[in-house]
């Protein structure tokens, strides 16, 4: 899947903490199958499954059937878009703490 042909808005994927935590656990693992990803959670399979198309909307997962089994992995491609958006406010928060820090370096003079 394309980050053009993406379903769902990346920021909407990863703003569910249980999402982030299957996130997280992908990235840890090159392919994980279902039951392991369900056995993390307290919720049931059913759910696990539901967060888990939604991060394959986004293209954050990827999915492939092994037998009755399915895997999943982690495409981390379209994590770019968030930490490219987070960029422009690490910028913005560098240069509020340097003028900051000026400040007081000057108050203390």
């Given amino acids: 899947m394309s980050e053009s042909s993406q379903l769902r808005d990346v920021f909407d994927a990863i703003a569910d903490p249980t999402r982030r935590r299957l996130i997280h656990l992908l990235a840890e693992e090159e392919e994980i199958p279902l039951h392991e990803l369900t056995a993390q959670f307290t919720m049931g399979r059913t ?29 981390a491609s379209p994590l770019r878009e968030v930490q490219d958006w987070l960029a ?22």
Avoid: C, P
Avoid at 50 to 75: Q, S, W, Y
Avoid at 90 to 105: G, H, I, P
């Fill in 47 to 75: 759910a696990v499954s539901k967060h888990l198309t939604i991060l394959k909307e986004a293209g954050l997962a990827l999915d492939r059937k092994v037998g009755r089994e399915t895997r999943f992995r982690l495409n």
């Fill in 88 to 109: 422009f406010y690490n910028k913005f928060w560098s240069a509020n703490m340097l003028r900051l820090n000026q400040l007081l370096e000057d108050e203390e003079e």
